[in-house]
């Protein structure tokens, strides 16, 4: 049964898949989306929540470029609050809670009203080659559709099996029937395949929680929007609590992890390190009396609230024990329980930087297929995968983002040069660009490549262009502006800072730590009116204007490795010189520039020497 030709298919409709499929189809290929359920899409099976450290970076980056993601969020908030407000800008992220099934109803009608893409309810059993390239997929029931090029974004599904205890079952999150298929194809077609594992902590019903013993986390007064394109950002509407687990709790939890699926030897998958359950964390922080429980809500229109930091693979009954422990808990109702689950994933390094494999043509890789956790994660690769996808059916040059680009670029590069054997989060410390690649200058970095691409309409790229227009100006004018002693001293003394006996220009005054644009506003009358997010951007660029002079530095010194291409036919068991196991590893990745090489685990300094050698004398062998 041949149902149909796309020139995309795109299995899964989770963030990755979502993102894939509205860019193929707004660069003008005819794309189709299959999902297991139509009522999965966009789903968020774990946190209510987007955005985060790093991830807030990621979804901004996500909006800058055309994604979708950010606008979602913005329109299914409920809380909104901008973390690590007390450091510096560059690990400033946008964190915000979201109302689950206002999200899935906002992504799967933008997918609905999406042009040129439709949405089918089908599970993928396999994926058609022809002459070592994609040319289409199969599903369970055998309805065949033609594509020129296939994303997989599979999430969680592939070969899912639910864990609780000594209970296993095979599943997809929430219940959902698991993919069990597919595993096998793309095992056929020499892709590998591992065993990761992630989990989710039990729902609670609202009414059984004595919110008196726990602390109230308010949203941010001011509340910025994820996407640069929201002009009405929304309002709180929902409190989150702070609770902690305490002796009690750990007790519990300590006679008890034989049960436990991960303690018990049930699970086979690789759990993440930086999201451990909370038995794991219990274990490997044996001194820690204590460690803090963010209770949140689901929704709006639900009871059931959200643990965060509490999620555990403890049969059921350990688990109401467990939480009831906790304080504000000691009669909760437990909706849904936690539970582990493991799933199928590829290795990465398999993938080239454009997220395409290496070995099949047209297929593409996004999100926890790739071996990533999170939803930003998964989005930001889907959004990759969609327009190279589109690129490659074009025949065009194909989109490879740069460390110095974004978060982004620093999350595929990562995976793709290095892989990895855990889950992989982002986090702000794996970018050595952080000051640089800031969340309130996502814009000024991608929109242009987004505007290039054709996910940018003219009229925001013309909005973007006046937007930066006005941050130049007024860090012009913030330059020339002096200050005299009668306007600058009441504010120098109100925050304690040194007075002056002469006048001194208002760019000074700014870089004073105890110092910022909207404390200086008193000694600067003439100052215009300007959009928060111009004048937070101009503050930044001068307050940290040698650092950022600096890091512009490092990353010119970094692109010269860069720009050094590695021709795509090296045979590097013919280099001499090189290290066995540098050999080897440069011959699985396929490195496309020494920059790229000098991040390879088990290529060494030595070895990086030794290619540009060989490089140099190959040059002038070619002269």
């Given at each position: 049964m041949i149902l149909g030709s796309y020139d995309v298919a795109v299995i899964g409709g989770g963030h990755a898949g979502a993102e894939a499929a509205l860019a193929a189809a707004r660069l003008g290929?005819?794309?189709?989306?299959?999902?297991?359920?139509?009522?999965?899409?966009?789903?968020?099976?774990?946190?209510?929540s987007i955005g985060g450290t790093a991830k807030g970076h990621l979804v901004r980056e996500i909006d800058a470029l055309g994604g979708e993601m950010g606008k979602a969020a913005d329109a299914a908030m409920i809380q909104s609050k901008m973390l690590n407000r007390g450091k510096g800008p560059a690990v400033h992220s946008l964190r915000a809670q979201i109302d689950r099934q206002s999200y899935h109803r906002e992504m799967k009608r933008r997918l609905e009203e999406q042009p040129g893409l439709q949405i089918k309810q089908?599970?993928?059993?396999r994926i058609k080659t022809e002459d070592g390239h994609v040319s289409g997929v199969i599903t369970q029931t055998g309805s065949e559709y033609a594509a020129r090029a296939v994303v997989i974004a599979s999430g969680t599904y592939l070969k899912g099996k639910v864990l609780i205890g000594s209970y296993s079952r095979e599943s997809g999150p929430d219940g959902m029937f698991p993919a069990n298929e597919l595993s096998a194809c793309l095992s056929e077609l020499g892709i590998t395949l591992r065993r990761f594992k992630t989990g989710t902590p039990a729902r609670l019903h609202a009414g059984t929680l004595d919110y008196g013993k726990m602390h109230v986390e308010k949203g941010d007064e001011r509340i910025i929007p994820f996407s640069f394109e929201t002009k009405e950002p929304g309002v709180n509407r929902a409190d989150c609590?702070?609770?902690y687990t305490n002796e009690e709790t750990h007790r519990i939890i300590n006679e008890n992890l034989g049960r436990s699926a991960m303690y018990g030897g049930f699970v086979e998958g690789v759990g993440p390190r930086y999201c451990p359950s909370i038995e794991d964390k219990v274990v490997r922080f044996h001194d820690k009396p204590r460690h803090q429980l963010f209770i949140e809500p689901m929704g709006l229109d639900t009871k059931e609230m959200y643990a965060q930091g509490f999620s555990t693979s403890l049969p059921e009954d350990v688990q109401l024990e467990m939480y009831r422990s906790v304080k504000g808990l000691e009669h909760c109702e437990i909706m849904r329980s936690a539970y582990a689950i493991e799933y199928d994933c590829c290795d990465p390094t398999e993938l080239y930087a454009t997220l395409e494999f290496k070995s099949v043509k047209g297929l593409y890789g996004a999100g926890?297929?790739?071996?990533?956790?999170?939803?930003?994660e998964a989005a930001a690769q889907g959004l990759v995968a969609g327009i190279n996808a589109a690129l490659g059916l074009k025949g065009g040059e194909q989109l490879t983002l740069r460390r110095i680009d974004g978060y982004i670029g620093t999350l595929i590069d990562d995976l793709v040069t290095k892989g990895t054997n855990e889950p992989y989060r982002m986090m702000t410390s794996r970018s050595e660009y952080r000051l640089l690649l800031r969340q309130d200058n996502a814009d000024e970095r991608l929109t242009p490549i987004g505007h290039r691409i054709g996910l940018i309409s003219d009229e925001r790229y013309a909005e973007f262009l006046k937007k930066q227009e006005l941050i130049e100006k007024e860090i012009k004018r913030i330059r020339s502006v002096t200050v005299p002693p009668r306007l600058a001293n009441p504010v120098l003394e109100l925050y304690g800072s040194t007075p002056i006996k002469t006048g001194i220009k208002l760019a000074e005054l700014i870089k004073r730590p105890e110092l910022d644009y909207e404390k200086l506003a008193p000694a600067d009358p003439d100052r215009p009116e300007l959009p928060y997010a111009v004048a937070?951007?101009?503050e930044i660029k001068l307050k940290y204007e040698g650092y950022i002079k600096r890091q512009?530095?490092?990353?010119?010194?970094?692109e010269k490795l860069e720009n050094r291409l590695l021709p795509d036919d090296t045979d590097y068991s013919e280099v001499y010189g090189l290290r066995l196991?540098?050999?080897?590893?440069?011959?699985?990745?396929?490195?496309?520039?020494?920059?790229?090489?000098?991040r390879i685990s088990g290529v060494s300094p030595a070895d990086i020497s030794v290619l540009l050698i060989w490089l140099e004398s190959r040059r002038q062998r070619e002269e």
């Amino acid at each position: 049964m041949i149902l149909g030709s796309y020139d995309v298919a795109v299995i899964g409709g989770g963030h990755a898949g979502a993102e894939a499929a509205l860019a193929a189809a707004r660069l003008g290929m005819r794309t189709v989306l299959f999902s297991i359920s139509l009522d999965a899409i966009g789903n968020l099976p774990c946190n209510p929540s987007i955005g985060g450290t790093a991830k807030g970076h990621l979804v901004r980056e996500i909006d800058a470029l055309g994604g979708e993601m950010g606008k979602a969020a913005d329109a299914a908030m409920i809380q909104s609050k901008m973390l690590n407000r007390g450091k510096g800008p560059a690990v400033h992220s946008l964190r915000a809670q979201i109302d689950r099934q206002s999200y899935h109803r906002e992504m799967k009608r933008r997918l609905e009203e999406q042009p040129g893409l439709q949405i089918k309810q089908a599970e993928i059993v396999r994926i058609k080659t022809e002459d070592g390239h994609v040319s289409g997929v199969i599903t369970q029931t055998g309805s065949e559709y033609a594509a020129r090029a296939v994303v997989i974004a599979s999430g969680t599904y592939l070969k899912g099996k639910v864990l609780i205890g000594s209970y296993s079952r095979e599943s997809g999150p929430d219940g959902m029937f698991p993919a069990n298929e597919l595993s096998a194809c793309l095992s056929e077609l020499g892709i590998t395949l591992r065993r990761f594992k992630t989990g989710t902590p039990a729902r609670l019903h609202a009414g059984t929680l004595d919110y008196g013993k726990m602390h109230v986390e308010k949203g941010d007064e001011r509340i910025i929007p994820f996407s640069f394109e929201t002009k009405e950002p929304g309002v709180n509407r929902a409190d989150c609590y702070l609770t902690y687990t305490n002796e009690e709790t750990h007790r519990i939890i300590n006679e008890n992890l034989g049960r436990s699926a991960m303690y018990g030897g049930f699970v086979e998958g690789v759990g993440p390190r930086y999201c451990p359950s909370i038995e794991d964390k219990v274990v490997r922080f044996h001194d820690k009396p204590r460690h803090q429980l963010f209770i949140e809500p689901m929704g709006l229109d639900t009871k059931e609230m959200y643990a965060q930091g509490f999620s555990t693979s403890l049969p059921e009954d350990v688990q109401l024990e467990m939480y009831r422990s906790v304080k504000g808990l000691e009669h909760c109702e437990i909706m849904r329980s936690a539970y582990a689950i493991e799933y199928d994933c590829c290795d990465p390094t398999e993938l080239y930087a454009t997220l395409e494999f290496k070995s099949v043509k047209g297929l593409y890789g996004a999100g926890q297929f790739n071996g990533t956790s999170g939803y930003e994660e998964a989005a930001a690769q889907g959004l990759v995968a969609g327009i190279n996808a589109a690129l490659g059916l074009k025949g065009g040059e194909q989109l490879t983002l740069r460390r110095i680009d974004g978060y982004i670029g620093t999350l595929i590069d990562d995976l793709v040069t290095k892989g990895t054997n855990e889950p992989y989060r982002m986090m702000t410390s794996r970018s050595e660009y952080r000051l640089l690649l800031r969340q309130d200058n996502a814009d000024e970095r991608l929109t242009p490549i987004g505007h290039r691409i054709g996910l940018i309409s003219d009229e925001r790229y013309a909005e973007f262009l006046k937007k930066q227009e006005l941050i130049e100006k007024e860090i012009k004018r913030i330059r020339s502006v002096t200050v005299p002693p009668r306007l600058a001293n009441p504010v120098l003394e109100l925050y304690g800072s040194t007075p002056i006996k002469t006048g001194i220009k208002l760019a000074e005054l700014i870089k004073r730590p105890e110092l910022d644009y909207e404390k200086l506003a008193p000694a600067d009358p003439d100052r215009p009116e300007l959009p928060y997010a111009v004048a937070e951007e101009a503050e930044i660029k001068l307050k940290y204007e040698g650092y950022i002079k600096r890091q512009i530095q490092q990353a010119e010194q970094f692109e010269k490795l860069e720009n050094r291409l590695l021709p795509d036919d090296t045979d590097y068991s013919e280099v001499y010189g090189l290290r066995l196991e540098a050999r080897q590893k440069l011959s699985k990745i396929r490195p496309k520039s020494i920059g790229q090489a000098s991040r390879i685990s088990g290529v060494s300094p030595a070895d990086i020497s030794v290619l540009l050698i060989w490089l140099e004398s190959r040059r002038q062998r070619e002269e």
